[in-house]
């Protein structure tokens, strides 16, 4: 039931992506004739009225990216909020809070018009700022060896599962010192916290050039999920700091953004501009 | 690691207090407004223009732009038609400093001037904008003076009357309204001018004639710079002289119309019409002629060439040679009829040719003929030689005695083979049987027919062989190198040409005496030779005795 759970929200997720790229695809090809002027030119183009961050379309952009941006915060909500801890898996509140931290700010760059001024530009940047930290704050959060729940496994049970998985592939793979040795070099070569990205996405190959002839694919798994951990064992501290720095830049700005967003928006309201309400 | 955290939370939140409203103070505006609004530029000043909770903008727009608000308020103007109710529409504000708040999207050429209600028709449409958008033509000169719009920029305080951008061509002479007569497209014609309806009707050629033949144009100096106009009130058109010269100077009255109308000065009504008032009387055969036989349309309007024949009638007499014309027709010819003249013969003995003997029988055209076929006659000759207009038939071997007389030096008027010449007067008197002697028996030219015409007296030699056949021969001929013979050495004319001169004892080397003194010449001096050559031979004879006489006589004397 979960599993299926899960498959159904892979495939709505995808589908989720393929429609926000084309509608943005759309969105941006039909205005880049706007787009693409000059700011003072602009105010002349037939598109004006529309694609502006007050036209009809513009300010929809805005409202709508605006909404997603709120949205997400309550993944936040989820993983503060114990009475909210039962409601779906962490992981795919985590999923939801990627999809609308990407589209969220590219519907309201294109609220925008590309362009970026004024108070407005504070949040903008600081939308921007949380939206690229977020991915490098993913990356982080996969170096972070999980539990079925989703909560971050301590070092301890990341050393503990290495060991099982020492064990299995040496009683169950059969698997002799000296490849585990190996794979212990392996493990230690990966490199600097900055080079590791890559050496993990080379790792396979690497592994196959050890491995015995004939080594079935839960061979190179289990291989791979070894050096692994002992490379996440070996960043574990380094990457949990850099974890730790990471919600001091993605958060405060994403506080800032939300403040001048609040701002902006009440402003907005203030002096009439409700779109279509 | 918990304090380095707490440390951030921190320094963000006091950037997040402290900063963000001077921030936000300073950078809530979505753009830098244009130069003419900077003086709005800031976050506490964003209520100036925006009214809260209502995102137009118009109303406090026209709390400043009362100028606008007035015209609004009037229902006048581009900003008082519908769908102009919210400045900002065309008015984009927040585009920065050099943005251009007035805006034309296909420039202000393609501007629709209805819209500011007053549509361009005409030649309105092909001037620009700043030809009547000008800071001299505004009208409302409150826009400058209360609202401190810069007169060179706007479009606003132009009168919608002509005259407020126009120059009254007709400086105050008309009290309508311009377009009552002229219309948008052109000033002129005056396309909505009837002059039907001024005083003067136009009728006839009146319709015809460029308004500047009777409002010519006025010239004033106002301050010391010339203006010229037409002037088009008051004109005079009481009568026909108001305008028109009268070309009969007055001695026909003043009311043209009893024989002129309007359709043509030269249609003059006939029956009223009576020319005995002018100052050329009808008579004769100009009576009975049609009024266009002499005021024909292509005649000169002047009357007076009326006054000399010439006018009318082509010039018959050409001027002479000494440029005197005949000026006075009426010398010759009457009214009644041209042909024929009345210049007598003793009229034409005033000239300087009398006429006389046969002159008196010739046609005057014998004299007085046209150089070719069609030509004026001349009547005016220089006739002071007969060869102007006789052929010599001398062919000026006379000219030394025409020199004297002319022809009259042999010839009369009454006839040419009448004739009387003193031969005397030459150097060959005619004596003997020269006078009796025919003149052609002279003077016909070699190969003549001999005929009067064709006698040439130069040269005429004076020898007698030039006329006469020397019977001698040549015997007595001066010399034999020059055979020339003086005949009158021994013959006289006036002796019937006997050698009454000759004296054989004078002459000759052989004297007569004795039995030759009664010896016939031919004795001694026998004919020789047959036809032409025949003469008498007189030289060279044989003197001596025996060459006449025989052997016998000679015996016998001695």
Same mark, same amino acid.
């Given at each position: 039931?979960?599993?299926?759970?899960?498959?159904?929200?892979?495939?709505?997720?995808?589908?989720?992506?393929?429609?926000?790229?084309?509608?943005?695809?759309?969105?941006?090809?039909?205005?880049?004739?706007?787009?693409?002027?000059?700011?003072?030119?602009?105010?002349?183009?037939?598109?004006?009225?529309?694609?502006?961050?007050?036209?009809?379309?513009?300010?929809?952009?805005?409202?709508?990216?605006?909404?997603?941006?709120?949205?997400?915060?309550?993944?936040?909500?989820?993983?503060?909020?114990?009475?909210?801890?039962?409601?779906?898996?962490?992981?795919?509140?985590?999923?939801?809070?990627?999809?609308?931290?990407?589209?969220?700010?590219?519907?309201?760059?294109?609220?925008?018009?590309?362009?970026?001024?004024?108070?407005?530009?504070?949040?903008?940047?600081?939308?921007?700022?949380?939206?690229?930290?977020?991915?490098?704050?993913?990356?982080?959060?996969?170096?972070?060896?999980?539990?079925?729940?989703?909560?971050?496994?301590?070092?301890?049970?990341?050393?503990?599962?290495?060991?099982?998985?020492?064990?299995?592939?040496?009683?169950?793979?059969?698997?002799?010192?000296?490849?585990?040795?190996?794979?212990?070099?392996?493990?230690?070569?990966?490199?600097?916290?900055?080079?590791?990205?890559?050496?993990?996405?080379?790792?396979?190959?690497?592994?196959?050039?050890?491995?015995?002839?004939?080594?079935?694919?839960?061979?190179?798994?289990?291989?791979?999920?070894?050096?692994?951990?002992?490379?996440?064992?070996?960043?574990?501290?380094?990457?949990?700091?850099?974890?730790?720095?990471?919600?001091?830049?993605?958060?405060?700005?994403?506080?800032?953004?939300?403040?001048?967003?609040?701002?902006?928006?009440?402003?907005?309201?203030?002096?009439?501009?409700?779109?279509?309400? | 690691?918990?304090?380095?955290?707490?440390?951030?939370?921190?320094?963000?939140?006091?950037?997040?207090?402290?900063?963000?409203?001077?921030?936000?103070?300073?950078?809530?505006?979505?753009?830098?407004?244009?130069?003419?609004?900077?003086?709005?530029?800031?976050?506490?000043?964003?209520?100036?223009?925006?009214?809260?909770?209502?995102?137009?903008?118009?109303?406090?727009?026209?709390?400043?732009?009362?100028?606008?608000?007035?015209?609004?308020?009037?229902?006048?103007?581009?900003?008082?038609?519908?769908?102009?109710?919210?400045?900002?529409?065309?008015?984009?504000?927040?585009?920065?400093?050099?943005?251009?708040?007035?805006?034309?999207?296909?420039?202000?050429?393609?501007?629709?001037?209805?819209?500011?209600?007053?549509?361009?028709?005409?030649?309105?449409? &092909?001037?620009?904008?700043?030809?009547?958008?000008?800071?001299?033509?505004?009208?409302?000169?409150?826009?400058?003076?209360?609202?401190? &719009?810069?007169?060179?920029?706007?479009?606003?305080?132009?009168?919608?009357?002509?005259?407020?951008?126009?120059?009254?061509?007709?400086?105050?002479?008309?009290?309508?309204?311009?377009?009552?007569?002229?219309?948008?497209?052109?000033?002129?014609?005056?396309?909505?001018?009837?002059?039907?309806?001024?005083?003067?009707?136009?009728?006839?050629?009146?319709?015809?004639?460029?308004?500047?033949?009777?409002?010519?144009?006025?010239?004033?100096?106002?301050?010391?710079?010339?203006?010229?106009?037409?002037?088009?009130?008051?004109?005079?058109?009481?009568?026909?002289?108001?305008?028109?010269?009268?070309?009969?100077?007055?001695?026909?009255?003043?009311?043209?119309?009893?024989?002129?109308?309007?359709?043509?000065?030269?249609?003059?009504?006939?029956?009223?019409?009576?020319?005995?008032?002018?100052?050329?009387?009808?008579?004769?055969?100009?009576?009975?002629?049609?009024?266009?036989?002499?005021?024909?349309?292509?005649?000169?309007?002047?009357?007076?060439?009326?006054?000399?024949?010439?006018?009318?009638?082509?010039?018959?007499?050409?001027?002479?040679?000494?440029?005197?014309?005949?000026?006075?027709?009426?010398?010759?010819?009457?009214?009644?009829?041209?042909?024929?003249?009345?210049?007598?013969?003793?009229?034409?003995?005033?000239?300087?040719?009398?006429?006389?003997?046969?002159?008196? %029988?010739?046609?005057?055209?014998?004299?007085?003929?046209?150089?070719?076929?069609?030509?004026?006659?001349?009547?005016?000759?220089?006739?002071?030689?007969?060869?102007?207009?006789?052929?010599?038939?001398?062919?000026?071997?006379?000219?030394?005695? &025409?020199?004297?007389?002319?022809?009259?030096?042999?010839?009369?008027?009454?006839?040419?083979?009448?004739?009387?010449?003193?031969?005397?007067?030459?150097?060959?008197?005619?004596?003997?049987?020269?006078?009796?002697?025919?003149?052609?028996?002279?003077?016909?030219?070699?190969?003549?027919?001999?005929?009067?015409?064709?006698?040439?007296?130069?040269?005429?030699?004076?020898?007698?062989?030039?006329?006469?056949?020397?019977?001698?021969?040549?015997?007595?001929?001066?010399?034999?190198?020059?055979?020339?013979?003086?005949?009158?050495?021994?013959? %006289?004319?006036?002796?019937?040409?006997?050698?009454?001169?000759?004296?054989?004892?004078?002459?000759?080397?052989?004297?007569?005496?004795?039995?030759?003194?009664?010896?016939?010449?031919?004795?001694?001096?026998?004919?020789?030779?047959?036809?032409?050559?025949?003469?008498?031979?007189?030289?060279?004879?044989? &003197?001596?005795?025996?060459?006449?006489?025989?052997?016998?006589?000679?015996?016998?004397?001695?």
């Amino acid at each position: 039931m979960a599993v299926a759970h899960a498959r159904a929200f892979r495939i709505v997720l995808r589908i989720s992506y393929l429609l926000l790229a084309a509608a943005l695809t759309w969105l941006f090809v039909a205005g880049i004739d706007y787009y693409s002027l000059p700011l003072e030119q602009r105010p002349h183009h037939p598109d004006f009225r529309s694609l502006r961050p007050a036209g009809t379309v513009g300010h929809g952009l805005g409202i709508v990216g605006s909404l997603q941006i709120l949205l997400l915060l309550l993944y936040s909500l989820r993983k503060r909020w114990h009475r909210l801890s039962g409601l779906g898996h962490i992981g795919r509140w985590l999923d939801a809070h990627i999809f609308l931290g990407v589209s969220g700010p590219l519907l309201v760059t294109l609220h925008t018009s590309f362009k970026v001024q004024g108070l407005v530009a504070v949040s903008y940047w600081s939308m921007m700022a949380v939206a690229f930290s977020g991915v490098f704050g993913r990356y982080l959060y996969l170096q972070l060896p999980r539990n079925v729940l989703g909560e971050a496994m301590t070092l301890e049970q990341i050393q503990a599962q290495l060991a099982d998985t020492d064990q299995r592939l040496r009683e169950q793979h059969g698997l002799d010192q000296r490849f585990m040795t190996t794979l212990e070099t392996v493990t230690t070569a990966g490199g600097s916290l900055w080079r590791l990205p890559l050496n993990n996405m080379l790792l396979g190959m690497r592994l196959r050039s050890h491995l015995p002839a004939g080594a079935s694919p839960a061979v190179l798994g289990d291989a791979k999920a070894r050096v692994l951990l002992g490379r996440r064992i070996l960043f574990h501290n380094r990457i949990r700091e850099l974890f730790h720095y990471w919600h001091v830049i993605h958060k405060p700005f994403a506080f800032l953004m939300l403040i001048i967003m609040v701002i902006h928006v009440g402003v907005t309201v203030a002096l009439g501009y409700r779109w279509v309400f | 690691m918990g304090v380095l955290r707490h440390v951030s939370h921190i320094a963000i939140n006091i950037v997040l207090i402290i900063g963000l409203p001077t921030l936000a103070a300073a950078q809530l505006s979505p753009g830098k407004l244009s130069q003419v609004h900077e003086k709005f530029e800031g976050v506490r000043q964003c209520t100036s223009c925006h009214e809260l909770g209502d995102q137009t903008v118009g109303p406090k727009c026209l709390a400043c732009h009362q100028e606008i608000a007035a015209r609004v308020a009037a229902g006048r103007g581009l900003h008082a038609a519908a769908g102009h109710e919210q400045c900002a529409t065309c008015h984009v504000e927040h585009q920065g400093r050099d943005f251009d708040l007035v805006h034309w999207p296909a420039g202000p050429k393609a501007f629709d001037h209805a819209m500011a209600g007053w549509p361009l028709e005409g030649a309105h449409r &092909k001037v620009e904008c700043r030809t009547c958008h000008r800071a001299d033509l505004l009208q409302d000169l409150s826009l400058v003076r209360d609202h401190g &719009k810069n007169p060179g920029r706007t479009y606003l305080g132009l009168g919608t009357a002509c005259l407020d951008c126009h120059r009254d061509e007709h400086r105050g002479q008309f009290e309508s309204a311009c377009t009552d007569c002229h219309g948008k497209d052109a000033w002129k014609p005056a396309a909505g001018f009837d002059h039907a309806k001024a005083d003067f009707k136009l009728e006839g050629k009146h319709r015809d004639a460029a308004c500047d033949r009777c409002h010519p144009a006025s010239t004033e100096t106002v301050e010391g710079v010339a203006d010229s106009w037409n002037r088009y009130r008051p004109v005079e058109h009481d009568g026909c002289t108001d305008c028109h010269k009268d070309p009969h100077a007055g001695s026909l009255g003043n009311d043209c119309a009893r024989c002129h109308d309007a359709t043509s000065w030269r249609r003059v009504a006939g029956g009223a019409f009576d020319h005995d008032r002018t100052r050329y009387p009808l008579r004769g055969r100009h009576a009975a002629l049609k009024c266009d036989a002499c005021h024909r349309a292509d005649a000169p309007r002047n009357s007076l060439v009326y006054a000399r024949c010439d006018g009318c009638h082509r010039e018959r007499h050409p001027a002479a040679a000494d440029g005197r014309t005949f000026d006075a027709c009426s010398r010759c010819h009457t009214v009644d009829r041209f042909a024929p003249s009345s210049f007598t013969v003793a009229r034409h003995d005033s000239t300087d040719f009398d006429l006389e003997g046969a002159h008196l %029988a010739v046609p005057c055209s014998a004299c007085h003929a046209p150089a070719r076929k069609g030509a004026p006659t001349p009547l005016q000759k220089a006739a002071a030689a007969c060869t102007d207009c006789h052929r010599d038939p001398h062919a000026g071997t006379s000219t030394a005695d &025409k020199a004297e007389t002319g022809c009259r030096l042999c010839h009369d008027a009454s006839s040419w083979r009448t004739m009387a010449y003193d031969h005397g007067r030459t150097r060959f008197p005619l004596v003997g049987k020269h006078a009796a002697t025919a003149c052609r028996a002279c003077h016909a030219p070699p190969g003549a027919l001999a005929a009067a015409d064709s006698l040439r007296f130069r040269p005429t030699p004076e020898r007698c062989d030039a006329c006469h056949k020397d019977p001698h021969r040549g015997q007595f001929a001066a010399t034999t190198t020059t055979p020339v013979t003086d005949c009158e050495r021994c013959h %006289a004319t006036v002796a019937g040409w006997r050698a009454v001169r000759f004296d054989h004892d004078r002459d000759t080397t052989f004297k007569l005496a004795g039995g030759h003194l009664n010896v016939a010449c031919q004795a001694c001096h026998p004919r020789e030779g047959e036809g032409d050559d025949l003469a008498v031979r007189y030289r060279p004879v044989d &003197k001596r005795c025996e060459a006449c006489h025989t052997t016998g006589f000679l015996d016998t004397r001695n």
